[in-house]
């Protein structure tokens, strides 16, 4: 039976395309395949809130042996001098996400 799965169309063309969307990925994240998003959700932290996002964001690309990517620890220096240079009322965590990782 699974033979069979593996060997469809289908089956096939949706590895085809996983394969392409890997590829794409600009650093590994310790979730595999959790967005931020959820994994922020999965903290218990609420979507609405303006802070939290980046802290969230450092948790999926660091752990024991560093930065998941050469050039994350950049971008995160990079998103706390934002933090720092404006107010929650002027940009958001999210916002602050998404002008330097993009969306």
């Known amino acids: 039976m699974l033979c069979d799965h593996w ?5 096939q063309e949706r590895a085809s395309k996983n ?3 890997q590829s794409k990925k600009k650093w ?12 922020h959700i999965r903290r218990g932290m609420e979507l609405t809130l303006s802070t939290g996002q980046i ?8 752990g024991e042996n560093g930065w998941t990517g050469p050039e994350l ?10 933090k720092e240079a404006y ?8 916002e602050i ?7």
């Not at 060997?7 to 089956?11: A, R, Y």
């Not at 802290?55 to 660091?62: A, K």
């Not at 620890?73 to 934002?82: A, P, R, S």
């Open 19 to 21: 394969t392409i969307n």
């Open 7 to 11: 060997s469809s169309t289908q089956f």
């Open 28 to 39: 590994n994240s310790k979730n595999v395949s959790v967005s931020t998003v959820r994994h």
């Open 73 to 82: 620890e950049k971008l995160y220096e990079h998103m706390m001098t934002l």
């Open 55 to 62: 802290e969230t964001c450092r948790q999926n690309h660091f």
């Open 87 to 94: 107010s929650l009322e002027e940009l958001s965590d999210k």
């Open 97 to 103: 996400l998404e002008m330097v990782l993009g969306r």
